[in-house]
């Protein structure tokens, strides 16, 4: 993944319509506490049942949830090999991350500025520490290993959706008094998670993006609350129904319409962004 600032992605393969028949399946994960108490009140474990809430409204009927304590790396990793395990040709899958997110040092070696994104689960430290030496941290590295196997069960004709609605500023010596204000509720650090790794001698390569992504803020931005809840995660459930039939660039100028709006639009700014392979689908899970 590139240096986003993320984050909020939405990561879809760009296929066909999920066959009729097809089952649809639900991960989503929300954290306001941590086991590091270094780490920030947030309200993403807020943003779990309303999310639940949209997925049934659309179709899904196997819905899992993790919350707070719940929410552990190893629980987190349990649930992803269940969800590949369970999954079947022409499926249509999505996953919900509300929490912290962290810039981490890139290990094997292929990103531009050294760093991996990662998800923070309930036991992951805010600093390098012998309960977490980076092994409790949800790099994208990871991630994609589980994307890419879950795209091998459902098939071309599958539908995959991640939706990550957490920050980090990839840039640390931005000016940290714009969110000294406690009134904002950032998700997200600005220090990184630094680990020692040997010198190499040529990049690796990056693996392929076979997924859209949906980010909530550019990558020298952060991502804020609103309400309680997610921001990006309360326009999806609050504006879904727009989404029908719309193509992935439209959906993401009407987000972006939505942020700008006197009703979401924060001290900071905040843009979406979108790349990947775009096409028609994120519509394929807002269309039932």
Known sequence: MAPIVLMTIVALAAGTLPSAGSSRRALVIGLGVQLDKSWSKINGDNDVEPVALMLRAVGFTDIRRLSNERATKAAIVNALNTLIAQAEKGDVVYIHFSGHGQLMTDVN???????????????????????????????????????????????????????????????????AGAVADSSLVIRGVYDTFDIAVPARKARAAKAPERWITLSACKDYQLNQEYQGHGKLTHILTSDRDGYRGKSDTEILRLIDEAMQSRRYKGRLAQSPMLTGATGNVLSIIFGK
Not at 116 to 138: M, T
């Open 109 to 175: 070696g292929d990103e531009d500025d050294g760093y991996d994104e990662s998800w923070i689960p309930y036991d992951a430290y805010r600093k390098p520490c012998p309960a977490d030496r980076g092994e409790k941290h949800l790099c994208d590295d990871e991630l994609a290993g589980y994307m890419s196997r879950l795209r091998d069960k459902v098939g071309s004709n599958g539908t995959i959706a991640v939706v990550v609605d957490a920050c980090h500023s990839g840039d640390s010596t931005r000016d």
